[in-house]
């Protein structure tokens, strides 16, 4: 019995980060499904499904014995990657055909939303990680995913509350920016990578925006898309800014031991694959298809190396919980 004690030994003391992980698998997939890569899609989907059930039943578990505590984790911006988290997986379900269980998920992380946004946005601190930045990932993984389901549903009142929920998302950006601690681009362990991320989901809910409108529903007159493509290739333009300077912060001060905050590394990498892919779609602009590839590979890459260490993490957390 000593397998299944450590396992929950160790299992206790998984940080809410940890939903980070289902973030980046779950991006992966859709990434490798906007390029045709079905079987390895599905195979992330059901390593980013088996680890979304996981936190949701010890999500529920705290909630019901241990509300002091949940309490206390619902404060930390960490929080909100279960509304993020569960967003991607709706999308990735809503590109599959499935669009009653993604608009379960849908409905779940509208109900969460407000709740944990209002208690992290209350402990806001001056200087914050990059885990400020998961108000507006959360924020624009609604939109997101109602501006999917909108464009698949032919939902008039689904792609407007998208396009708020999409306005909200860059305010929230802005205030969040405000307060990041910059010294983290060249510290952080792995989260400060949202800072860029939080804008390449940005980008991907104005790609979806676009792509929602048709001749049944004619969302948007020739001015508001005018907009939206402005301000989504904007958004693009500085997502792969930051990317560029992050990357280069790494170089030059490399943060090659494994922490749990990698997974929101990851996460960024693939959000930036997929609104690029995206976008070649949304802007017309085909010749974004190459480069979305190529950033693809790379977070196939990131994931692996992430993963590996993940694993490693485990096996030494398993041992050192085990009864002796």
Same mark, same amino acid.
């Given at each position: 019995m000593s397998g299944p004690t450590s396992f929950r030994a160790w299992w206790a003391q998984r940080p809410p980060a940890a939903g980070a992980a289902v973030m980046a698998t779950g991006i992966v997939s859709v990434g490798l499904h906007l390029t045709a890569h079905e079987v390895l899609s599905r195979i992330a989907l059901v390593?980013?499904?088996?680890?979304?059930?996981?936190?949701?039943?010890?999500?529920?578990?705290r909630l019901a014995r241990e509300r002091e505590r949940w309490w206390a984790d619902a404060r930390r911006p960490q929080s909100l990657t279960a509304v993020a988290a569960t967003t991607v997986l709706g999308t990735r379900f809503s590109l599959a055909g499935l669009p009653t269980l993604a608009e379960t998920l849908l409905a779940l992380a509208a109900v969460l939303w407000p709740l944990l946004l209002v208690e992290v946005v209350r402990n806001w601190q001056r200087r914050m990680p990059g885990s400020v930045f998961l108000c507006c990932v959360a924020t624009e993984g609604l939109a997101v995913l109602g501006a999917t389901l909108a464009g698949a549903e032919a939902t008039a009142w689904l792609a407007h509350?998208?396009?708020?929920?999409?306005?909200?998302?860059?305010?929230?950006?802005?205030?969040?920016?405000?307060?990041?601690?910059?010294?983290?681009? $060249?510290?952080?362990?792995?989260?400060?990578?949202?800072?860029?991320?939080?804008?390449?989901?940005?980008?991907?809910?104005g790609s979806k925006l676009l792509a929602a409108d048709s001749a049944r529903l004619y969302l948007w007159n020739d001015d508001d898309r005018g907009v939206l493509r402005f301000v989504t290739s904007a958004l693009l333009v500085l997502d792969l800014a930051w990317y560029a300077v992050l990357l280069v912060a790494e170089?030059?001060?490399?943060?090659?031991?494994?922490?749990?905050?990698?997974?929101? $590394?990851?996460f960024p990498l693939g959000m930036t694959a997929a609104a690029v892919l995206s976008a070649a779609t949304a802007l017309g602009a085909p010749w974004l298809r190459g480069p979305g590839q190529v950033l693809l590979w790379i977070v196939v890459a990131a994931w692996g190396a992430v993963a590996a260490g993940a694993t490693a993490e485990v096996r030494a957390g398993l041992r050192s919980t085990a009864p002796r």
């Open positions: 390593l980013a499904c088996a680890a979304w059930l996981g936190l949701a039943a010890d999500f529920g578990v509350t998208a396009l708020v929920l999409f306005g909200l998302g860059l305010v929230l950006y802005g205030f969040a920016l405000s307060r990041f601690d910059l010294r983290q681009v $060249t510290e952080g362990q792995g989260d400060h990578w949202l800072a860029g991320g939080a804008l390449a989901i940005s980008a991907l809910a170089a030059a001060r490399p943060r090659l031991d494994y922490d749990a905050r990698r997974w929101a $590394t990851v």
